[in-house]
Nanobody, 131 residues
Framework: QVLLVESGGGVVQAGGSLSLSCVASRRTFIPYAMGWFRQAPGKERELVASITWSGGTTNYAESAKGRFTISRDNDKNSVDLQMNNLKPEDTAVYYC????????????????????????WGQGTQVTVSS
């Protein structure tokens, strides 16, 4: 079992920035990937960004490209999400998740990973962007 704890959410005005952080209780089997997802009220959970344990591959939702940056620190078992130029439509609960890249998932690669592929989830942190 891997426990993931997110922090850094809050309220910010449109155009502002927030940095989210997620710390894992332990490192999972290598190779693995970590990702940030979000879920707005009445909507399905969606991928925001993901990154492999090596940092060699990243994947961003179209809505995040150019504004958000995902990064990882393997020594700290953490993954961060820097969010700039935030918009009201970015308002959601943001979740950190972890997936072991083995077998079929390893063959498919990070960019094919969806919500259902991830193994462990944090409790989420609220991000609210006011207009």
């Amino acid at each position: 079992q891997v426990l993931l704890v997110e922090s850094g959410g809050g309220v910010v005005q449109a155009g502002g920035s927030l940095s989210l952080s997620c710390v894992a209780s332990r490192r999972t089997f290598i190779p693995y990937a970590m990702g940030w997802f979000r879920q707005a009220p009445g909507k399905e959970r969606e991928l925001v960004a993901s990154i492999t344990w090596s940092g060699g591959t990243t994947n961003y939702a179209e809505s995040a490209k150019g504004r958000f940056t995902i990064s990882r620190d393997n020594d700290k078992n953490s993954v961060d999400l820097q969010m700039n130029n935030l918009k009201p439509e970015d308002t959601a609960v943001y979740y950190c998740a972890n997936v072991k890249l083995t077998g079929e998932k390893l063959r498919r690669g990070l960019t094919s990973m969806t919500v259902n592929d991830f193994d462990y989830w944090g409790q989420g942190t609220q991000v609210t962007v006011s207009s």
